[in-house]
Every structure is written in C-alpha cells, then in structure tokens.
C-alpha cells in the first residue's frame, strides 16, 4: 500500500503540547505504515494567523526529530486551485451565492432553536438572494436519506451525520473573501495523494462535510482516525488560546513520553528515555501494535 499521511497546523502560535499529541500521532501511524509523512501549514485564515509562527512550528519539528518526506506546502500559495475547485462546482448547480448576515443566521437559528428545530443553516439563499448582495459561497447538502454521510473512524468507531438535520448547506468561500477550512483541507490533502488523515477529535465533526465535498468533486476519500485531545483542568482542548504553553524544545523526550502517554502507548522502554531514534523505533512499534497496522 502507498501510505500519505500528514500534519496540518494552523499557525496561530508555537506547537504547544495538544498539536505535539497530533503531530506524533500521525507521524508514528505514516512511520508504522513505512509510508510518507508531510507537513502543511494551515494559513489562509489571516486573522488567526501569527506572522513567524509556521517558521517556528517547523523548527520545533525538526527539534523533536520529526522531518516531513516533502517540502512543507503553504495554504496561503494555492488559492488559484481553491479557486479553479468553486469553478469545478459552480456548473453543477450544486453550489449558490448566500447574501445572509452573520447576525441574520444567529437570528433564525435562535428561532428554530426556539421551536426545538434543527440548528442547521436553513437554506435562505438556495433559491436566490432576494435583491441582497452576494457574500459567501455555500454548498448544497442533499435531502432525505442521502444526507447521511458514514465512516468508520479507526479510533472512534463507526460515526454517522446526518449533514440537512446537522449541519445545513456550509460555507466554501467565505464572506470576507477567504477560503473556508472545508474546502482547503479537501483540495489539499486531494492533491497530495494523502491516503491516511490523523488528527485531533475536535475535528471529527467537520469529516461528514469534508466527504461529502470530496464526492462532490469526484477525488478519494482518506481513511480517518481521531486521536483525544488534550484538555486543561477545566476539560476545554489545549489551545493557545487558553494559555498552552509554547514546547520546551530543549527538552524533546520528555514531551514526546508524555505524548506517547496520552495516546495510550504507555511507558516505552528500551532506549525510548535516551535517543528520538529510541524514542521513536519505540513508540513505532506500541503504536502499530495498538492500531493493529499491518503493512
Ligand atoms: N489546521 C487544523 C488545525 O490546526 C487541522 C486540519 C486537519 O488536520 O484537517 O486544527
């Protein structure tokens, strides 16, 4: 088998322990696999995006020993491809132009919320702005049972969604002009050939959508599996912003153990406490053994 799998980070800081767990997770599942590993950075969001910290992100990488297979990809230099995937949609009738406010969905979300209805998007532009002007582009889920979108998750299980209860018509392209993650991750990890998505759970309720696109514009659909996140003493996910702290890069194996902990590899032996190549040829094998991965 030809295994690509990858590392995804937003950079809107320096890699703190909740992105090292991802990280090592899918590093340790494309190491266990003998496939490849890449690294993308996630900047097309540019309110969120802090100048320098991709460049820190990757240096920290390389400091805890993990180096991608090809040259790291950069969002923010393919919105020309993000562009030429609403034009692939746009003759199929399945995306439309939605002239809706923020403030206008909140307010007919509160009302169906009110009337204990679904909370998903309610479709107020699929049949024309109404005389408002265009603003963000949308995609049309389907109806009844197509709707449900199902996979099995090598870590969670078997997940279903129901995307016209749950989710409603979603953003690709955004009202301020940006590309929604939805789209991006799609097109991207298309691109690349990636055959194996890791990450955190947090991001498993956006997987229905991201298949479903991927039907949409006829490209493969990857094989998932969704590592825990860390959380903080109140049980929200480690993030920067809650005030995670940057890694101590001089210090990579004690991280890297404590990573391995959280994603259930428990105490490696061998010389895992003394080299990143021990650490790593240990970790590689616990995790292959936990995943049940076979070559
Ligand atoms: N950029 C996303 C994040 O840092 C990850 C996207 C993904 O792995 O699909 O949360």
Avoid at 103 to 120: F, M
Avoid at 152 to 169: F, I, P, S
Avoid at 209 to 230: A, D, E, F
Wanted: with cysteine.
């Amino acid at each position: 088998m030809t295994y690509r799998g990858r590392f995804a980070p937003s950079p809107t800081g320096p890699l703190h322990f909740g992105s090292l767990v991802s990280a090592l997770a899918s590093w340790l599942d494309a190491r266990a696999h003998e496939g490849t590993w890449l690294v993308r950075i996630e900047d097309i969001d540019r309110p969120r995006t802090v100048p320098g910290a991709a460049d820190d992100i990757l240096a920290t990488l390389a400091r805890f020993g993990m180096h991608a297979d090809e040259a790291p990809l950069w969002q923010s230099r393919r919105m020309a491809r993000y562009e030429q995937a609403l034009a692939q949609l746009k003759p199929t009738g399945r995306i439309y132009p939605c002239g809706c406010t923020r403030k206008e969905i909140a307010d007919s979300l509160l009302h169906a919320h009110a009337r204990n209805t679904t909370l998903a998007y309610p479709g107020t532009c699929r049949h024309g702005l109404n005389g408002k002007p265009a603003r963000a582009w949308r995609l049309r889920v389907p109806d009844g049972a197509a709707a449900v979108i199902a996979f099995d998750d090598r870590w969670q299980g078997r997940q279903t969604q129901n995307l016209a209860t749950e989710v409603g018509d979603f953003v690709l392209k955004r009202a301020d002009d940006q590309w929604a993650y939805q789209l991006a991750v799609v097109v991207d990890d298309a691109d690349a050939g990636i055959t194996h998505i890791v990450r955190g759970v947090d991001l498993m309720d956006s997987t229905a959508r991201q298949i479903y696109l991927q039907r949409c514009l006829g490209v493969p659909t990857p094989r998932y599996l969704h590592v825990p996140v860390v959380t903080n003493e109140l049980g929200e996910k480690l993030s920067k912003q809650n005030g995670a702290t940057a890694l101590d890069s001089d210090r990579p194996l004690e991280a890297l153990s404590a990573a391995a902990r959280h994603l259930g590899l428990g105490d490696l032996n061998g010389q895992a406490h003394t080299t990143l190549d021990g650490f790593y040829a240990a970790a590689t094998t616990a995790w292959g053994r936990r995943m049940g991965v076979t070559k």
